[in-house]
């Protein structure tokens, strides 16, 4: 079975722009959620979605965005990028949120660098 | 509020000695605990959780809800044991979000 993929896997961009990631989660995956880790504040939760609505959302300002398709496969953007964004985002993905067999999968991660 | 802290951001121990990668939280509710283990230029993945009261890789940890702790043991070190692990608590009432903790970065010495 493959894993969880994420596209691309690293991208430099300038302040001020925005960026889109996207993550395929593992085949029969409903639930994708989202981490940014940093140095600095460690892995840090985003966002989750399960059949294409949002279900939770961490303390991330509104720049940070998301969306599922009814495929399972998700982006996250983030718009009016600063430098402290730069990090490393990572997707996983499980079953579905309340499954009893509850682990989360990851992906490699896409590494943003913001100039 | 949620939090989780591994006191050690580095744990440098002998192949063969002892290790324990100590984790402590804080939560209101029933805690759901887990360990993630990062290996060099791998993925992020689920070692152990509490729930499953196992042992993976020769590592156990055990829930101990007085000293709302999680600490992962494991009685000999191997050097394939070197990476990074995080301690995480998943909330209760919300399904899928995870609050990990800072890390401790094991390092075993031959």
């Known amino acids: 079975k493959a894993g969880v993929t994420q596209t691309p896997r690293y991208l430099i961009k300038t302040r001020g722009q925005q960026v889109t990631l996207s993550c395929s989660p593992i085949s029969g995956h409903r639930s994708v959620s989202w981490y940014q880790q940093t140095p600095g504040q460690g892995l840090q939760f985003l966002f989750e979605?399960?059949?294409?609505?949002?279900?939770n959302k961490g303390n991330f300002p509104g720049r940070f965005s998301g969306r599922q398709f009814s495929n399972s496969r998700s982006e996250m953007n983030v718009s009016t990028l600063e430098l402290g964004d730069s990090a490393l985002y990572l997707c996983a993905s499980s079953l579905a949120p309340t499954s009893a067999s509850y682990e989360q999968y990851f992906g490699p991660g896409t590494r943003l660098t913001v100039t | 509020a949620q939090r989780v802290t591994q006191p050690e951001k580095l744990l440098s121990v002998f192949k063969g000695a002892p290790v324990e990668l100590k984790c402590n939280y804080s939560?209101?509710?029933?805690?759901?605990l887990f360990w993630y283990v990062q290996y060099s230029r791998q993925r992020l993945q689920l070692l152990l959780r509490?729930?499953s009261r196992e042992s993976i890789k020769g590592f156990t940890a055990d829930l101990n809800k007085g000293e709302t702790s999680f600490h992962l043991k494991k009685p000999f070190a191997q050097e394939e044991d070197s990476a990074m692990y995080y301690c995480?608590?998943?909330?209760?009432?919300?399904?899928?979000?995870?609050?990990f903790g800072s890390g401790t970065r094991l390092s075993i010495r031959p």
């Open positions: 509490h729930i």
């Open positions: 979605y399960f059949s294409e609505t949002q279900r």
């Open positions: 995480a608590l998943k909330l209760h009432s919300s399904a899928s979000k995870i609050i």
């Open positions: 939560y209101s509710g029933s805690p759901e």
